[in-house]
């Protein structure tokens, strides 16, 4: 308490505070010597004058510009010298002639109220310079620990340390093999994309995947954060791309990684802040200069690939990429067999894997390890399965928030997903894969879209939620994210795109295709009923389905 009274009063006490103090006494006393010196005479008219002159209360008279001031004996008065009988008043009562002084508190007000604003204004310029040389310091500060000089690192992380990722390593193995013999494919005139945008979410290993990739190239890694290019000062970020790029290049061929690179890759104009997009104008800049074989690769990872800047993923830039989605059943027994290698264990990978529907390659990570502690705790030198069960609420419930389907979860999931795929399937929607834990029906996109197929997609997003209604004649919150996408794509049918019977915009017309489309799909879910009982099994055993899965399930059947 002492403390903090010594603060405050050497606070107090600064210099530059006692002085505004100071001043504004000053300005105090002023004001109020000016309202005590203002005129504060009671203001008659002729008849009470010359009612104070009959009935002789006067005492003195004082002749003030052109006022005539009257000194009673309890009182003052004032009166316009041209509204009495000036000779009759003056020969009666004694008569005093006053200096005009009121120019001269006048002046001294305008001196005071001119000084005050002086002061102030040179305490407002002292202000801004001490900030200006605040900001030097700091840019200087800036300069020598931000700015430290590029380094390039040696990755010595394989595809070996990465489990659980089968498509991503064919989708990179020929970026790999560029940085490995470049030459080879120049002799082809062969132009391999200058960069890659790694898309998923958190914890599912994408900094480890890029580290990977430079192992296995066998190339060096230059690594930068999105944060780390963003500066308080206009200029520095541009400045730190351009570093890392010209660093790159003197060590090609090589590989550069932007971690989180939406903290720099925002869209730009809708919340401006110059010195984003300065860096971000660098970055797409030094990716058109570099040359299309000069051996750079630009890896880029992101969870946010809706928020990035369109002209960040145009052709010649980020022109491939990669989603990583949560691990299925397959690949977290892989990344648990993995995390397992070194420990020693006693665990049943598969009912580990089952049990952990929904967590990420990270959160696997530390659900290994929590279950190492407990092992310990409980004095064993073996890991068991019951010491993932035992820890697996705490990192369920931890910092990482993790979701985790329970059985019925996952048995109502499989069937909302079943019925998307067979849908898809039926309809001649072509997608990759679907399943439990990747919800997203990743559908390839078409330039042109007939209103039939525009229709199709409506009636996929719509499929699982009339299905488990069905089933369970109960509705469930999984199916926000369709229904959303299922009504946004209406709205454009009849908006956007017009195709509504007579081009008009109504939302009648929206109502109406909605209704049609659900009784459409009502009749097609019940051809499919048996279809998609097989594909939620098909689900809950490997988590994810492909379209020619779905295919062969369709032929068995019909």
């Known amino acids: 308490m002492r403390e903090t009274e010594q603060r405050y009063k050497s606070k107090l006490l600064h210099p530059k505070n006692i002085t505004i103090i100071i001043m504004l006494l000053v300005l105090l006393a002023g004001l109020l010597t000016f309202a005590l010196m203002r005129d504060t005479d009671t203001l008659l008219t002729h008849k009470q004058a010359n009612a104070l002159y009959t ?131 120049r002799d082809l005139g062969i132009r391999l994309p200058k960069g890659v945008l790694l ?11 890029s580290k990977a990739v ?59 802040n110059d010195e984003r997009e300065a860096t971000l104008n660098q970055l797409l800049t030094e990716m058109d200069g570099f040359e299309d074989s000069s051996g750079i690769i630009v890896i ?14 145009r052709a010649g830039r980020f022109d491939r990429r990669i989603h990583i989605s949560l691990p299925d059943l397959e690949d977290r027994a892989k990344t648990l067999e993995l995390y397992l290698k070194n420990k020693p264990n006693e665990v049943n990978i598969e009912e580990v894997a089952q049990m952990t529907v929904g967590f990420s390659s990270a959160a696997l990570d530390t659900l290994t390890n929590e279950a190492a502690i407990h092992a310990m705790r409980e004095k064993r030198r073996m890991i068991e399965t019951s010491d993932f069960a035992a820890v697996k609420e705490k990192v369920l419930l931890g910092k990482r928030k993790i979701h985790s389907l329970n059985t019925k979860e996952r048995e109502i999931q499989s069937i909302y997903q079943a019925a998307k795929a067979m849908v898809a399937t039926w309809l001649g929607i072509e997608f990759d894969k679907i399943g439990i834990v990747n919800t997203q029906l990743q ?16 009636k ?26 299922a009504k946004e794509l209406i709205a454009k049918v009849i908006q956007t795109y017009a195709m509504g ?6 939302h009648e017309e929206e109502r109406a295709l909605l209704e049609s489309s659900t009784q459409e799909l009502h009749t097609l879910l019940e051809t499919l009923d048996e279809a998609i009982t097989k594909t939620a099994e098909y689900l809950i055993e490997h988590e994810n389905i492909t379209l020619e899965a779905c295919k062969d399930i369709l032929r068995e059947i019909f």
């Open 443 to 458: 559908i390839q996109e078409s330039e042109i879209l007939s209103k039939s197929q525009l229709l199709s997609r409506i």
């Open 214 to 272: 430079a192992g296995e190239a066998n190339v060096p890694f230059f690594y930068q954060s999105g944060a780390s290019f963003v500066h308080i000062y206009v200029g520095m970020g541009a400045k730190r791309v351009s570093e890392l790029f010209k660093k790159a290049k003197q060590h090609a061929p090589s590989i550069i990684f932007i971690d989180e690179i939406d903290a720099v890759g925002k869209s730009r104009g809708e919340f401006r």
């Open 501 to 506: 019977e007579n081009f008009t915009i109504s």
């Open 460 to 485: 996929v997003y719509l499929a699982g939620t009339l299905e488990t209604r069905k089933r369970y004649n109960e509705q469930f919150t999984n199916a926000a994210s369709d229904i959303a996408q």
């Open 300 to 313: 880029g990872a992101t969870n946010k690939v809706e928020m990035l800047d369109e002209a960040l993923l």
């Open 55 to 185: 009935d002789n209360k006067i005492k003195k008279l004082i002749i003030d510009g052109d006022w005539i001031r009257i000194k009673t004996a309890q009182n003052r008065y004032k009166v316009y010298k041209d509204a009495i009988n000036q000779t009759a008043f003056f020969e009666r009562y004694p008569v005093e002639v006053k200096e005009d002084t009121r120019y001269i508190y006048d002046i001294l007000t305008l001196l005071m109220l001119a000084f005050a604003l002086w002061f102030f204004y040179r305490q407002i310029q002292q202000n801004r310079l001490q900030q200006l040389h605040y900001i030097r310091a700091s840019s200087k500060a800036d300069e020598s620990t931000n700015t430290a000089p590029v380094r390039a690192l040696t990755s010595e992380v394989t595809f070996k340390d990465v489990a659980g990722i089968k498509d991503v390593k064919e989708e990179l193995e020929e970026i790999i093999e560029f940085l490995k013999e470049p030459q080879k494919y």
């Open 199 to 209: 898309v998923g979410p958190p914890g599912v290993g994408k900094t480890l995947i």
